[in-house]
């Protein structure tokens, strides 16, 4: 049976078949080695809008003691410029509704230190890189600010 099989093509090792095999790169080359880069006209693209934070009364009101002493309770590290504020109650986010009734009924009582920074980032649209443990809520400190992201970009 194996000998049928490879005289097929289904899967022999020499002839670059079954899972992962080779090929697929047309005329011997690497697969994608004949794309070329576009050539943009950036005053044709639509406007890609970034920055939804704003800052909420409560995080503007905090002194800057009390932000020192979150993050050093919560261990936070940061690095850059001009970094905002950590938020520390979800209503300080401005989420939309839509995605504060979903948090209330998952009974979330406060974001984790990773959203409590990196929401404020990521709708400022700034670069982030966040590193936190197993199940510290880096997924939703992630996903939450790109569906708003994504919910205010036009459609292509």
Do not use: C
């Not at 940061?78 to 300080?92: C, D, K, T, Y």
């Amino acid at each position: 049976k194996r000998d049928d099989l490879e005289d097929r093509g289904g899967g022999g090792r020499d002839r670059g078949g079954g899972r992962g095999g080779g090929g697929g790169g047309g005329r011997g080359g690497q697969p994608g080695s004949t794309l070329r880069k576009p050539r943009w006209d950036l005053s044709r693209l639509p406007r890609f809008e970034k920055d939804f934070y704003r800052e909420h009364p409560d995080v503007a009101n905090r002194t800057q003691v009390e932000v020192d002493t979150w993050q050093r309770t919560k261990e936070v590290t940061l690095s850059g410029r001009s970094i905002p504020r950590p938020i520390v109650q979800f209503h300080e986010a401005n989420f939309p509704d839509y995605v504060m009734n979903e948090l209330a009924k998952l009974n979330f009582k406060e974001p984790t230190a990773i959203q409590a920074q990196g929401w404020p980032l990521a709708l400022s649209g700034r670069d982030m890189v966040g590193i936190a443990q197993t199940g510290s809520g880096k997924t939703l400190a992630y996903l939450l600010p790109s569906i708003v992201h994504i919910n205010h970009q036009p459609f292509l």
